[in-house]
C-alpha cells in the first residue's frame, strides 16, 4: 500500500534517496537536501516505509501566495500508477489549507513525462523561455 504524507524527514535518508537521481547531476545534492529540509515542505510518498516518490515544495511567497515545486521525483518502477498525481494533490490540499491561491513549478521542454503529468492535473503554461516552461495552477 502506497501512503503519502507531509514529513520531517531525515536528511540523511532524502540525500539517500536523491543521490542516484538526474537532480545530483545538475546540483549540489547535500546542500540542496540541507537547504529543502530546512525551509520546504515535503510530500512524501512510500511503499513498506520505503519512499518510492518525493513533492518537494517552497510555501514562502506570501505576497503572491504561491507554493513553488523544486522538485517531484516518482520512482521509475512506480510511474503510471497515479503516484505523482496524488503527490501534487496532498501539495495542493495543504496549499489551500494555508491560503495559497496558486502552486508554479519550472519544467524542461524535454521533459514529456512531467509535461504530461503537470497537464493532467491542470497546470498551465504561463511563460516560456528556450528550454523551459513555467507553469502553474490556481487553487482558488
Do not use: W
Not at 510530500?43 to 513533492?55: D, H, P, S, Y
Not at 521509475?76 to 489551500?96: C, F, N, P, Q, V
Amino acid at each position: 500500500m502506497v501512503l503519502v504524507n507531509i514529513e520531517k524527514i531525515d536528511e540523511l535518508e532524502l540525500l539517500e534517496y536523491l543521490k542516484n537521481t538526474p537532480l545530483a547531476n545538475k546540483v549540489e545534492i547535500k546542500e540542496y537536501t540541507h537547504k529543502v529540509c530546512t525551509n520546504a515542505t515535503i510530500f512524501v510518498a512510500r511503499e513498506n516505509e520505503n519512499i518510492i516518490g518525493v513533492n518537494i515544495v517552497y510555501f514562502n511567497d506570501r505576497i503572491l501566495k504561491r507554493g513553488y515545486i523544486t522538485h517531484i521525483r516518482v520512482n521509475e518502477t512506480h510511474r503510471k500508477l497515479g503516484i505523482g498525481g496524488l503527490l501534487l494533490s496532498k501539495a495542493m490540499d495543504y496549499a489551500r489549507e494555508h491560503n495559497f491561491t496558486s502552486i508554479a513549478l519550472e519544467v524542461r521542454k524535454n521533459n514529456e513525462i512531467a509535461m504530461h503529468l503537470y497537464t493532467r492535473n491542470g497546470f498551465t503554461i504561463y511563460q516560456e523561455t528556450e528550454n523551459s516552461y513555467y507553469m502553474k495552477k490556481s487553487i482558488i
